[in-house]
Every structure is written in structure tokens, then in C-alpha cells.
């Protein structure tokens, strides 16, 4: 089973926005990325594209179907980003101190206000991996950097670490699953 875990390529917007679900443009570098993203896929036309429903994630993975014109291309829900709540479209600095000091002492269980916990993030990644291990069909899956820790985690058989920075934005991580990796330790 082959991976290849693609984060968007960058977004159009200010530096230090708290943006999760919220459907930012792209930069206007989108396309010259996603011919370098491209290049790394030569051996996977056979694979599924699976995409989060971000417009900046289905960009990405329409242009790569009309490249490679694989067997299939899905959208899957359960890929989004984080929901950071009623944070999302601030700026980072402009987030209350205390409540960022809160998620940082307990980041599994805090949720922002309106928003989700990691937790939840990961029982959402955690179930899509399972299902992969189940099927076994190669993919490439593009999404953004908090389901993409958890992702290179699984692909790895390493423990996951949300605290890790994500892959930078148009990254290919690649993974060939070997047949006896079901699932990676949850935490």
C-alpha cells in the first residue's frame, strides 16, 4: 500500500491567522507547486485521490486528477482541520493569553470556544487510518498539517505528537505501508 500525505499548497493570507475550516485563496504560486507535487507522484496513477472538502485541499486534488487521472477521487469530511471555533480569522497574537496557556497544559482535552478538541481531531484520523489498513488501496490524500501529524504518525508506526510542527505547506510526505502495519499506537 502506498501514501503520499500532501499538505495544501500555501494560503493567500496574512502571517500569524488562526485559520482551520475557514476557506482562505491560495497563494499565486498554487500551480508551480503542484507541479513539484506532481513530479514526486510518478508511480501512483493507480492510486485514489482523497481530499479534505477545504476549497485550498480540493484545488490541489482536482488539478493532480487531471494529471495523473486516477480510479477514483474522494471527499472525506473527516480530513478537515481542526475547527479552532470561534478563534478562526484571528490573528494568534490576538487570542486570549490565558486561554492559549489552557491548551498548551492540556492540548488533548481543550477545545476553543465553539471549536473542537485534539482529541476529537484524532478519533477522526485515527478511524480513517483503520479504514485504510482494512482496504489497502494506495492513496494520495491531501489535507492539512493537524490530520497530517497524526497521518505521518500512523504511516510510520511512531507515537503521535500534536505538539510537532506541521509539514510545510506542498510537502509530499511518502509511505509504502508494509502488510503487516494495521494501526499505530493510540496515546
Not at 46 to 59: E, T, Y
Not at 92 to 117: K, Q, V, Y
Amino acid at each position: 500500500m502506498k501514501l503520499a500525505l500532501i499538505r495544501h499548497t500555501r494560503p493567500a493570507i496574512v502571517d500569524g491567522l488562526c485559520y482551520g475550516r475557514l476557506d482562505v485563496p491560495l497563494a499565486d504560486d498554487r500551480e508551480e507547486a503542484a507541479r513539484a507535487i506532481l513530479a514526486q507522484l510518478t508511480d501512483m496513477q493507480d492510486a485514489m485521490i482523497v481530499s479534505s472538502p477545504a476549497l485550498r485541499c480540493q484545488w490541489l486534488a482536482n488539478w493532480l486528477a487531471g494529471h495523473i487521472q486516477p480510479p477514483g477521487i474522494m471527499i472525506d469530511p473527516r480530513l478537515q482541520e481542526l475547527d479552532f471555533g470561534d478563534w478562526e480569522g484571528s490573528r494568534w497574537d490576538d487570542i486570549d493569553r490565558a486561554a492559549l496557556d489552557d491548551w498548551a497544559a492540556s492540548p488533548d482535552d481543550f477545545t476553543p470556544p465553539n471549536g473542537e478538541s485534539m482529541r476529537a481531531l484524532r478519533y477522526r484520523i485515527d478511524h480513517i487510518w483503520a479504514e485504510w489498513m482494512r482496504d489497502r488501496q494506495s492513496r494520495i490524500v491531501v489535507t492539512h498539517g493537524g490530520p497530517l501529524r497524526i497521518l505521518c504518525a500512523h504511516a510510520t508506526a511512531r507515537q503521535v505528537d500534536l505538539a510537532a510542527s506541521s509539514p510545510p505547506f506542498g510537502s509530499v510526505i511518502r509511505a509504502d505501508i508494509p502488510a503487516d502495519i494495521r494501526t499505530s499506537e493510540s496515546d
